[in-house]
């Protein structure tokens, strides 16, 4: 049952028809819960809110799949908007992007046109960028453009995914740069073809990345809600005397906030990945596929009005 309703879930998230209604009715059926609202200025509201309480963020102006150039160029001034405001307000924020919308299915040059623009804004505000990793059929090219930026840049980092067999080999080969990686479960539906199936399998190729990120020497971002990746960590780091400053967790807005604060008590710095937006209906989608728990909260909060 619980496999059936992720897969109901993560079909509707791609729906585009579904995703053009969302922006015309705004943050509905409990979406609030996951995103912090429609404007950069509910966003920043947000980011205050979570600074006060020691929590770090990154920032993510919703939106995905993009298919024409006006729209992907519109969406990187919405993006540099919200670097810029991050500048301005002195928010302790980073930035998170879709590459999808900026253009990665357009083309590459308006795709790399657009990153570098958000890039040079992001470096003039002091803002570190992460490109999250999308599903299997944009992870290389995702990673290729990332490869470049990061020769041309030194705020920009990406997303690697512990679902798919091929990630070890990009822990391997992306280490030559040193780069600053978020490494994640990996949240799209993928063929068994290119990756594992079996939750267990997932879990124990993180725990392998995350050993090989940290002992290589790299910044690496934790990005869990799981408590037994968490306390994996948290013994590794002790045991191989790997300093503070060489890694985070990251939680998602909305999910586990009383977790988060507790390592913030431990000692441990803590991210919170705020999403904000009109385009949040392939976001919230995904957060139902990851939990029945969400669906239950979320047809209550339905029921209610
Ligand atoms: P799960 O396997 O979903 O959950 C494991 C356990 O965690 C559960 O059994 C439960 O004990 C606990 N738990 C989970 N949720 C709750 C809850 N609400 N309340 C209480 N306990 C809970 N994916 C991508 O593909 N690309 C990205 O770029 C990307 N960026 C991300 C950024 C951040 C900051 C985070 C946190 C996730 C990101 N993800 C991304 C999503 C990720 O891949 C997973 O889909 C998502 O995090 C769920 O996996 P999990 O590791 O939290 O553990």
């Given at each position: 049952m619980e496999q059936l309703l992720r897969s109901f879930f993560l079909f509707l998230s791609k729906n585009k028809r579904m995703t053009k209604a969302a922006k015309r009715y705004g943050l509905r059926f409990g979406a609030a819960r996951f995103v912090a609202?429609?404007?950069?200025?509910?966003?920043?509201?947000?980011?205050?809110?979570?600074?006060?309480?020691n929590l770090d963020v990154t920032i993510d102006y919703l939106g995905e799949f993009v298919d024409n150039e006006a729209e992907a160029n519109e969406m990187a001034n919405q993006t540099i908007e919200a670097i810029e405001a991050i500048g301005r307000e002195n928010l302790r924020s980073q930035l998170s992007l879709k590459m999808t919308s900026m253009g990665l299915d357009i083309s590459d040059a308006v795709v790399r046109r657009n990153m570098r623009r958000i890039l040079d804004a992001a470096k003039i505000n002091?803002?570190?960028?992460?490109?999250?990793?999308?599903?299997?059929?944009?992870?290389?090219?995702?990673?290729?453009i990332f490869k470049t930026l990061k020769k041309e840049y030194d705020n920009v980092g990406t997303v690697i995914q512990a679902y798919?067999?091929?990630?070890?080999?990009?822990?391997?080969d992306l280490n030559s740069l040193h780069p600053n990686l978020?490494?994640?479960?990996?949240?799209?539906?993928?063929?068994p073809r290119v990756a594992f199936p079996e939750k267990k399998d997932v879990?124990?190729?993180?725990?392998?990345?995350?050993?090989?990120?940290?002992?290589n020497g790299n910044y690496t971002a934790v990005a869990t809600?799981?408590?037994?990746?968490?306390?994996?960590?948290?013994?590794?780091?002790?045991?191989?005397?790997?300093?503070?400053?060489?890694?985070?967790?990251?939680?998602?807005?909305?999910?586990?906030?009383?977790?988060?604060l507790e390592l913030v008590k431990e000692g441990y710095k803590m991210r919170v990945y705020v999403p904000y937006g009109t385009d949040w209906y392939g976001y919230f989608m995904r957060r139902l596929a990851e939990r029945p728990a969400n669906v239950a909260f979320v047809l209550k909060g339905m029921l209610k009005k």
């Open positions: 609202g429609e404007t950069i200025e509910l966003a920043a509201a947000a980011i205050r809110k979570l600074n006060e309480k002091d803002v570190f960028v992460t490109i999250d990793m999308e599903d299997y059929s944009r992870c290389g090219k995702t990673i290729k798919l067999y091929r990630t070890v080999k990009d822990i391997e978020r490494l994640v479960k990996g949240a799209y539906k993928e063929s879990d124990e190729n993180f725990k392998k990345i995350i050993k090989m990120h940290l002992l809600h799981d408590d037994k990746i968490i306390e994996f960590t948290k013994q590794f780091v002790k045991e191989n005397s790997i300093p503070s400053d060489q890694f985070e967790f990251q939680m998602l807005y909305g999910i586990r906030p009383e977790r988060q």
